[in-house]
C-alpha cells in the first residue's frame, strides 16, 4: 500500500505519462513519496533517486525499502549543481523529475538544466513541478523559462493545474 502522496506529488508523477518500463532520475525526492507512486503503479520501471540531505537519502531509503532491495530504487546523496552529478546518478534516463527543487526557479539555472538533459536519452523528458500555494506563478514560471533555455531541449510544454510544471523534451538530432 503507497503512504500518503501530497497533491503536487500525485499531479508530477501524472505528468510523467509513464509506460511502464522507464529509467527514472528524480532530483531531490525528500521523503520519497514520488520514487513509491512510481514504483507501485509501475512494477517495470526503474527509479535512481539524488538529494543532497542525508536526511532526504535516508527517509526516502527507508520508505522504500523493498524497491531498494530489489534494486529497482537506487538512492544517492549528491547535489544537482555538482559538475560530476552524472558520476552520481549514472544514466541515461528516460525520464528526469525535480518537485519543489527551487535552484531551477531562483535563478536561471542553465548549467544544472544542461547537465540534466545531457543524462536523458534522445526524446527524454524532464519535468519541473512547484506548488506555489502563495499564487506566485508568474515568477516561478520565468525562472523555470530562463533555466531550461538550454542547447539540446526542445520547446517547453507548461502546465498550470494545481501546480506549475514545465517540461522539455532531449532534441532527437543531438546538440
Ligand atoms: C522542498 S523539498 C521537496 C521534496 C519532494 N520533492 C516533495 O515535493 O515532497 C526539496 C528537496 O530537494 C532537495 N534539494 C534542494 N536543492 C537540491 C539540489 N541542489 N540538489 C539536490 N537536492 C536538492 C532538498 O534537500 C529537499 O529534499
Redesign the pocket.
Known amino acids: 500500500m503507497v503512504g500518503v502522496v501530497?497533491d503536487?506529488?500525485q499531479r508530477?508523477v501524472a505528468l510523467l505519462d509513464l509506460r511502464g518500463d522507464e529509467v527514472v532520475l528524480?532530483?531531490?525526492?525528500?521523503?520519497?513519496?514520488?520514487a513509491e507512486l512510481v514504483l507501485a503503479r509501475h512494477p517495470g520501471v526503474r527509479y535512481v533517486a539524488?538529494?543532497?540531505?542525508a536526511?532526504?537519502v535516508a527517509r526516502t531509503t527507508a520508505r522504500n525499502r523493498a524497491a531498494v532491495d530489489r534494486g529497482r530504487l537506487i538512492v544517492r546523496q549528491?547535489?544537482?549543481?555538482?559538475p560530476d552529478l552524472a558520476d552520481t546518478v549514472g544514466g541515461p534516463f528516460d525520464v528526469v523529475l525535480?518537485?519543489?527543487?527551487?535552484?531551477f526557479w531562483t535563478r536561471a539555472a542553465c548549467t544544472?538544466a544542461s547537465a540534466l538533459a545531457a543524462l536523458l536519452v534522445p526524446g527524454g523528458a524532464l519535468w519541473l513541478?512547484y506548488?506555489t500555494p502563495g499564487g506566485d506563478d508568474g515568477r516561478v514560471l520565468d525562472g523555470v523559462r530562463a533555466s531550461l533555455a538550454v542547447p539540446g531541449l526542445g520547446a517547453p510544454v507548461v502546465v498550470r493545474e494545481g501546480v506549475v510544471a514545465v517540461g522539455a523534451r532531449r532534441s532527437r538530432a543531438g546538440w
Open positions: 501530497p503536487r506529488v508530477a528524480e532530483i531531490g525526492p525528500g521523503p520519497g513519496a514520488a539524488v538529494d543532497r540531505s536526511t532526504a549528491g547535489d544537482v549543481t555538482d525535480a518537485v519543489n527543487v527551487n535552484v544544472e513541478v506548488e
